[in-house]
C-alpha cells in the first residue's frame, strides 16, 4: 500500500471529514496540531512521504498486514479478531486506593501493576477539562487514577505517544486508547517508514472497547444548555433499552436522549470495523448486565505475562466469561463490522482499485463479500 504525505492524508481524511481525532499525526512535526477537540493542519508540508500518512488509521490501512505483523495470522474477520484468553475481569485486593473507575477498574488495575513491577515508567491515558478530552502522560499510579473513567468523546491521546517518539525517548510506555487509537499504534510500532533510529517505546498496549467517540465541540454546545460544563463529574452509556447518556454533575445527574447524541459521532466512526480494538495486547469494555466487572480479552503473550501476574498479586480478579456475554458481544462486533463495510464500499474508500484513488481501509475482499452475504 501507498504510504504518501500530509498532503494526501489532508485530501484524504480531513477534506472527506473522516478524522476520528485520534492524534496520531500530532507530536511528529511543528504542522499538524490539536485544538478544542480537532486536528488542525498549520502549513502544507511538501514531503512525499510521512509519518502522519503512515500511521493514521483512516489512510490505507491494510489489516491483514497489520495481523499478520502483530499477531502472525491473518485478519480474517472474525467477530473479536485475535484472541488467546477472554474472562471476566475487576480490580482486585491490591487497588485499595480506588479511583472512579468506568466499570471494573482493569484498565487502572493493569496499569498500577506496570508501574509497581517497573515495567513501565509512563502511560499515555486521558484526562479531561471540562468537556476537553486531554492526553496525559502518567508517571505514577496517583496519575493513572486521576485518569480513570471513560470520556466519551474522540481524543487526541496518541499525541503524547508520537512526541515521545520522535523525541527518542527512552521510556518503557502503556498506551490506553479506543480501537482507531490501537490500530494506529500497531501501524507506527510496525516502523513503516523503516527508520534506522526507531525504536518501539510501548510495552503494553491497552485497548478500549469503542462503539463511537463524539465530536467535542459539537458535545459542548448540545449541552451548554443543559449544565455547566466545569460540573462534570463523569459520563456513561447505559446498556439498552435505556436510550439516553447520563452526565453526573455535582449538582445532579442530567440523562440526554441518545437521538440527540448520535448526530454528533464523527463520520469516520460510521466506517469504522472495530469494536473490541483487536490491535492491542489486551483489550477491555464493559460487561453486558454487570456495571462492576470489565470483558478482558488477551491477544499477545506479552498481554498473557501481564494479566497473570496481575492476577497473582492481586491487582486483579479473573472469573470465566459467561457464555451469553460472550454469544451477545461476538454479534455486536459481527455488526459493527458488517455496517461499517457496507458504509465503507457505498462511501468508496474500501478496497479502491490504485487507478481510481485511494482506500481507508484494505480487506480481503472474499472474506468482505462472504460477510455481507
Ligand atoms: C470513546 C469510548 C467509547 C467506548 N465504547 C464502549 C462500548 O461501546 N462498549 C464497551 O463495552 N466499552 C466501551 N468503552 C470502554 C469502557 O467505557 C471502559 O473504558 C472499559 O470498560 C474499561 O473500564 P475500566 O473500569 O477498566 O476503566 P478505568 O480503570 O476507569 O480506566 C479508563 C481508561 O480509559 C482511558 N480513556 C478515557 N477516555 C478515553 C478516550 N476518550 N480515549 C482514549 N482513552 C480514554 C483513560 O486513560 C483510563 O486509563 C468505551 C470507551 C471510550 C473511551
Ligand atoms: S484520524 Fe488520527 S492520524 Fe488521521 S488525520 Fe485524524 S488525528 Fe490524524
Ligand atoms: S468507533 Fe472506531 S473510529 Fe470511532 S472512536 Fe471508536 S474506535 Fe475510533
Same mark, same amino acid.
Given at each position: 500500500m501507498p504510504i504518501l504525505g500530509s498532503t494526501e492524508l489532508f485530501d484524504d481524511v480531513h477534506k472527506k471529514d473522516l478524522?476520528? &481525532?485520534?492524534? #496520531?499525526?500530532?507530536?511528529?512535526?511543528? +504542522?499538524f496540531v490539536s485544538h478544542n477537540g480537532k486536528i488542525a493542519r498549520l502549513f502544507p508540508c511538501t514531503?512525499?512521504?510521512?509519518r502522519c500518512f503512515a500511521h493514521c488509521?483512516?489512510?490505507?490501512?491494510d489489516l491483514n498486514r497489520l495481523s499478520t505483523w502483530m @499477531?502472525?495470522?491473518?485478519?480474517?474477520?472474525?467477530?473479536?479478531?485475535?484472541?488467546t484468553d477472554i474472562r471476566k475481569a475487576k480490580a482486585g485486593? #491490591?487497588?485499595? !486506593?480506588?479511583?472512579? @473507575?468506568?466499570?471494573?477498574g482493569t484498565v487502572s488495575a493493569l496499569l498500577t501493576l506496570g508501574f509497581r513491577s517497573g515495567r513501565i515508567t509512563a502511560a499515555a491515558l486521558t484526562s479531561r477539562k471540562g468537556l476537553t478530552p486531554e492526553p496525559v502522560l502518567a508517571e505514577s499510579e496517583e496519575a493513572v487514577l486521576a485518569c480513570s473513567?471513560?470520556? +466519551?468523546m474522540a481524543s487526541p491521546t496518541l499525541s503524547t505517544v508520537m512526541k515521545e517518539s520522535a523525541s527518542g525517548s527512552t521510556r518503557r510506555m502503556a498506551v490506553v486508547g479506543t480501537a482507531c487509537q490501537m490500530t494506529a499504534l500497531a501501524q507506527m510500532r510496525m516502523n513503516p517508514l523503516e527508520r534506522? !533510529? @526507531?525504536? &518501539?517505546?510501548? #510495552?503494553l498496549s491497552i485497548g478500549l472497547f469503542c462503539t463511537w467517540a463524539l465530536d467535542t465541540r459539537k458535545l459542548k454546545h448540545l449541552l451548554k444548555d443543559h449544565m !455547566?460544563?466545569?460540573?462534570?463529574v463523569s459520563m456513561d452509556v447505559p446498556p439498552?433499552?435505556?436510550?439516553v447518556m447520563t452526565f453526573n454533575t455535582s449538582s445532579g445527574t442530567v440523562d440526554i436522549p441518545l437521538s440527540d447524541i448520535?448526530?454528533?459521532?464523527?463520520?469516520g466512526c460510521g466506517i469504522?470495523? &472495530?469494536?473490541? #480494538?483487536? @490491535?492491542?495486547d489486551v483489550s477491555v469494555g464493559a460487561l453486558e448486565g454487570e456495571p462492576g466487572w470489565n470483558t478482558l480479552i488477551v491477544r499477545t503473550a506479552r498481554g498473557a505475562e501481564w494479566v497473570e501476574d496481575a492476577a497473582a498479586q492481586g491487582f486483579l480478579i479473573l472469573e470465566a466469561m459467561p457464555e451469553a456475554s460472550l454469544a451477545n458481544l461476538k454479534t455486536g462486533a459481527l455488526g459493527k463490522k458488517k455496517k461499517a463495510l457496507l458504509r465503507a464500499k457505498e462511501d468508496n474508500?474500501?478496497?479502491?482499485?490504485p487507478e481510481a484513488g485511494r482506500s481507508a481501509l484494505v480487506i480481503d475482499p472474499e472474506r468482505v463479500e462472504s460477510l455481507l452475504t
Open positions: 478524522c476520528v &481525532d485520534c492524534g #496520531a499525526c500530532v507530536g511528529l512535526c511543528p +504542522y514531503l512525499p512521504q510521512g488509521p483512516k489512510t490505507e490501512v @499477531f502472525g495470522s491473518e485478519y480474517d474477520l472474525s467477530a473479536l479478531g485475535a484472541v485486593p #491490591a487497588m485499595t !486506593d480506588r479511583g472512579m @473507575f468506568q466499570n471494573g473513567g471513560s470520556k +466519551y534506522e !533510529d @526507531f525504536r &518501539d517505546p510501548v #510495552a !455547566d460544563l466545569d460540573s462534570i439498552p433499552p435505556a436510550q448520535r448526530p454528533l459521532i464523527p463520520k469504522c470495523p &472495530d469494536m473490541t #480494538a483487536e @490491535f492491542a474508500c474500501l478496497n479502491v482499485a
